[in-house]
């Protein structure tokens, strides 16, 4: 049987994917040129492996020489719940305080393919969920799931920003979706709240500035010169997201009970700098937070330590 946008549509909605859009596989031109604009620039920071495997980012063809389609899929994570800033705890990106989202979507879209694969035993494809050399933000825009805000997330028009994305290559055509109009206008509250200044441009992030790099990818020391900068943050930082008028216009609320916070929407200081590997591990084994490494969480648990103590004592 061949299998259509309906069929496709069907099934996610029913494994939770809020949102689905279709696209012809074709190159990423201008997509790539960014990028390669980017990396030239050095945003990437430490993160080398962005500079990896242009060719396949560029054309999904060298990862599925048949592609004829690119499916985009849209989760919502957001939760109705609030930080309750204690000084003495770190916040932890809205992302995070679940359970950790590859482990969630993936094994949606492992549902997904099987239904499709029996449907038609010739389709062919590869997933991916923020990993891999796959331009998730780019392959959604122009699926149509929504546009490219000016902080360089993608923005539904229903939903907000807070939404997981995930890509599907595959060998079948269907119906393809129209692009979503770049509803940012004139805004620019991200730029404006960004405490370290790391939206350098509309819609180009430095990540050497930015705070979700310095506190989950970033190996060194946080530099000096984001003393006080941090506004208690943790493990990465959603401050672009949190002031945007398309996330304070819509609450919708995830069904998808993982996502809700399993105890670590904060976390204590003194926790972190106290906490062994054994520990780290049993706390985190679910956890998107295990990317930032126990060293690099107890990094970031001084760093906001210095500051408070620094801030108090006026003098430091
Ligand atoms: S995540 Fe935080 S630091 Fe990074 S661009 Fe957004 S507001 Fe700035
Ligand atoms: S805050 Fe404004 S400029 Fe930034 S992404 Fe949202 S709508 Fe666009």
């Known amino acids: 049987m061949k299998i259509t946008n309906n069929i496709v549509i ?21 997509e790539t040129a960014k990028l390669k604009q980017w990396l030239s620039n050095g945003y990437h920071a430490s993160m080398d492996y962005m500079a990896r495997n242009t060719e396949k980012r560029n054309d999904v063809k060298n990862i599925l020489p048949n592609a004829q389609s690119v499916i985009s899929l849209a989760i919502n994570y957001n939760t109705n719940y609030q930080y309750s800033n204690k000084e003495d705890s770190g916040k932890v990106s809205r992302y995070a ?21 029996a449907i038609d035993p010739t389709f062919e494809c590869f997933s991916y969920v923020d990993t891999g050399p796959v331009m998730d933000k780019a392959w959604a825009v122009r699926a149509g799931i929504g546009w490219l805000g000016k902080h360089t997330n993608v923005i539904n028009r229903n939903y907000g920003s807070w939404i997981f994305l995930a890509t599907i290559i595959t060998n079948r055509e269907f119906e393809y979706n129209e692009l979503e109009l770049d509803l940012c206008g ?67 609320y995830t069904n998808i009970k993982e996502f809700e916070p399993a105890g670590n929407k904060e976390i204590a200081l003194n926790q972190i700098l106290e906490m062994n590997p054994e ?28 500051n408070i103590l620094k801030g108090a004592s006026g003098s430091l």
């Open 186 to 252: 004139t805004c620019t509250a991200c730029i404006d709240a960004c405490p370290t200044k790391a939206i350098v441009n509309e819609y180009q992030v430095d990540a050497n500035k930015c705070i979700s790099f310095l506190t989950i990818e970033n190996k060194n020391e946080i530099p000096g010169e984001f003393k006080n900068q941090f506004d208690n943050w943790l493990f990465g930082c959603d401050i672009c997201q949190d002031v945007c008028p398309w996330n304070k216009k819509f609450s919708v």
């Open 10 to 30: 069907e099934k996610a909605h029913e494994l939770g994917f809020e949102l689905i859009g279709f696209t012809r596989a074709d190159i990423l031109e201008d």
């Open 97 to 117: 305080w679940g359970k950790d989202y590859h482990l969630v979507i993936w094994e949606k879209l492992e549902l997904l393919e099987e239904y499709l694969k």
């Open 279 to 306: 520990e780290f591990k049993k706390r985190f084994e679910t956890s998107s937070i295990k990317r930032a490494k126990l060293n690099g969480l107890k990094r970031n648990a001084l760093f906001l330590k210095n």
